[in-house]
């Protein structure tokens, strides 16, 4: 059994044969479970008017699907944003009337340049993912990584979310972060089914012991050790090769990616936010008011 995690951009038509809605805000969350395992499907809801619904809806996937039909910006944005959180994997849903090799020359070079061209049916686009080439930590320390999160009478504080290391377990205790607070795991569910344990790349839903519903935001972790925020962010950073020179200026930057979303400052490789983010090892740039909006990424030093 396995579990897969999609993203899909304007496809409702495509995907709805082969998902059911599960989680709707300014991303919506689609679900499947079959003889194979689980499917999650995330799309951007809120998209292109909220462009963090984008990077949202793709930062956990392990397969992306685009719709190729339909050449503007917003699939350029799609294309420059899958490109630089390394999305190697995927495919483009065409039709006869597809400039396919147009399309094959935007992402020639790119990480996207082995995305296959698909006309099928959704079913059969199932049957061709590779579900058991996903890299999966399943030893290493927990990390759960929440996405939605909310009261429920007479249980308490409820998280939604995704395994990302290690193995979740029941009454396991681990901190709450931006938080800095413990908690303890009260009971872990996978399609509404109680478990005692969820390895890495499940979708849980998690009730939790000690949890301030206040203290929780999107984008907030579970892990066994604490995580410190940081205030500062250096490290390389890599504007997309779309970006022109008047965009890559220093100034106003949003950090995004990992449901994270914070405006910072950017100045000589490095970046100081106005709220501290979580460090994760890279983030996507964003510049809400330039074309594309999506212009880079930064790989953050160790330190």
Known sequence: MSDLKLFAYDLEDFIKSIVKKH?????????????KGNITLFSPLRYPDKISSLTDSMTLSDYCL???????????ENIICADLMNKKNGLFVIDSFTDTEKLNNI???????????????????????????LNLNKEGDVKVIIDHFFKVKSVGTVILGFVLNGTLKKHQTLYLNPAGV??????IQMNDVDFDEAPAGSRVGIALKNADIESIDRGA????????????????IQFHRAVPDEVRKDGEVFV??????SRGIMENGKITMDKPVLPWGDYILIKPNAKPRVIGRIDRFNE
């Open 182 to 187: 413990q908690v303890q795991v009260r009971s």
């Open 66 to 76: 685009i719709n190729g039909r339909k050449f503007d910006g917003f699939l350029g």
């Open 107 to 133: 992402i020639k070079g790119s990480n996207l340049k082995n995305y296959r061209m698909y006309d099928g049916n959704a079913m059969d686009m199932l049957e061709t993912l590779d579900r058991n080439a």
């Open 23 to 35: 989680t709707e805000s300014d991303i919506t969350i689609y679900g499947r479970k079959d003889e």
């Open 221 to 236: 972790t579970l892990t066994v050790e604490k995580e410190i925020p940081l205030k500062e962010i250096t490290g390389k």
């Open 256 to 261: 995004s990616g990992h449901f994270i979303y």
